[in-house]
């Protein structure tokens, strides 16, 4: 009887054990449904006829099949999916320019050589750095990528200034 109630209660022990062992924890990983932390940087360019200041790709209703973009100075078309002429209103800034996806690739200066048929053409150069991130977030890498130095080497441009305020990653070039 002894020997009875004595394997018993290891069994029951063992059973304990075993579900409480086997119960899933409330707690969820806090990154678990992170994708990124930072949003991607945007590079705008308005490119507007030097003589009426009027927004070329607007105004003569261009597409993207009217601007090749190439990466550097080969002749390697930058991916489509890197860069876009905009659709927004034709009552905001934004409408009808050029918009560059600035995915680092690592650290270095970027070119892209745009042309825009029967116009022109213009470098657009950034500069991607790698820095040390200082967030104390569970979910922060311990760097991300800067973009920075944002121009036109071939051509003068201008930021875009709106009521005072300059946008930093939007150039304003007239051809």
């Known amino acids: 009887?002894?020997?009875?109630?004595?394997?018993?209660?290891i069994l029951a022990m063992l059973f304990?054990?075993?579900i409480s062992g086997c119960q899933k924890s409330?707690?969820?990983?806090?990154?678990e449904e992170l994708i990124s932390e930072a949003a991607p940087t945007y590079i705008f360019v308005k490119v507007v006829d030097k003589q009426t200041g009027a927004n070329i790709l607007a105004s003569n209703d261009l597409t993207s099949n009217e601007v090749k973009v190439t990466v550097g100075q080969t002749t390697?078309?930058?991916a489509p999916q890197n860069w876009r002429i905009t659709?927004?209103?034709s009552t905001s800034p934004y409408h009808r320019v050029l918009?560059?996806?600035?995915?680092?690739?690592?650290?270095g200066e970027y070119i892209r050589k745009i042309k825009v048929v029967s116009f022109g053409e213009f470098t657009l150069n950034y500069k991607v750095s790698k820095k040390t991130n200082t967030s104390d977030s569970p979910c922060s890498?311990?760097?991300?990528?800067?973009?920075s130095d944002?121009?036109?080497?071939?051509h003068p441009f201008e930021l875009l200034k709106i009521q005072d305020q300059i946008l930093p990653n939007f150039l304003v070039i007239a051809l």
């Open 1 to 9: 009887m002894k020997k009875n109630l004595h394997l018993l209660s």
């Open 16 to 18: 304990t054990g075993f």
């Open 26 to 31: 409330d707690k969820k990983d806090p990154c």
């Open 76 to 78: 390697e078309q930058l």
């Open 87 to 89: 659709t927004h209103p």
């Open 99 to 107: 918009q560059f996806l600035a995915l680092p690739a690592g650290e």
């Open 141 to 147: 890498s311990p760097y991300y990528y800067s973009v």
């Open 150 to 154: 944002v121009s036109i080497t071939d």
